[in-house]
Nanobody
C-alpha cells in the first residue's frame, strides 16, 4: 500500500509560480510511474504530467507544456510539479497518482492505483 500526500497548493497571481509536492509513505521502488492530474469545477479529471520513476522520462499535456515541470527525488520518495507562468485556467484541484505496472499511455487515469487527496491551486487574473 502506498499513500500519497500532496502539498504546496494555494493562491497565485497569473504569471506566478508554485511548486506542488507529492510525498509517498514508503519507498517507491515498486512504483513505475507517477503523474499529476487536475480537476476544475464541473469538469473531468485531466492528465497534466507524468514521470517514469526509474528512467526519469517525462510527459506533459499540451496545455501545460513549456510551463510545468515534473520531477522526482527518489531519495525522498517525492515527486514535484513546478508551475510557472500560471494562468487562470490552471485553477483546479491537483492530484498525484502512482502506477505500479508499466502502461504505455501515461495519461490514462485507469492505470493509477494510488491517489492523493488533492491540493487546491487557484490562479487569480
Amino acid at each position: 500500500q502506498v499513500q500519497l500526500v500532496e502539498s504546496g497548493g494555494g493562491l497565485v497571481q497569473a504569471g506566478g509560480s508554485l511548486r506542488l509536492s507529492c510525498a509517498a509513505s514508503q519507498r517507491t521502488f515498486s512504483v513505475a510511474t507517477v503523474a499529476w492530474f487536475r480537476q476544475a469545477p464541473g469538469k473531468e479529471r485531466d492528465f497534466v504530467a507524468g514521470i517514469r520513476w526509474r528512467i526519469n522520462s517525462t510527459y506533459y499535456a499540451d496545455a501545460v507544456k513549456g510551463r510545468f515541470t515534473i520531477s522526482r527525488d527518489s531519495a525522498k520518495n517525492t515527486a514535484y510539479l513546478q508551475i510557472d507562468s500560471a494562468k487562470p485556467e490552471d485553477t483546479a484541484v491537483y492530484y498525484c497518482a502512482a502506477a505500479l505496472g508499466y502502461y504505455r499511455n501515461v495519461a490514462a487515469s485507469g492505470a493509477y492505483v494510488y491517489w492523493g487527496q488533492g491540493t487546491q491551486v487557484t490562479v487569480s487574473s
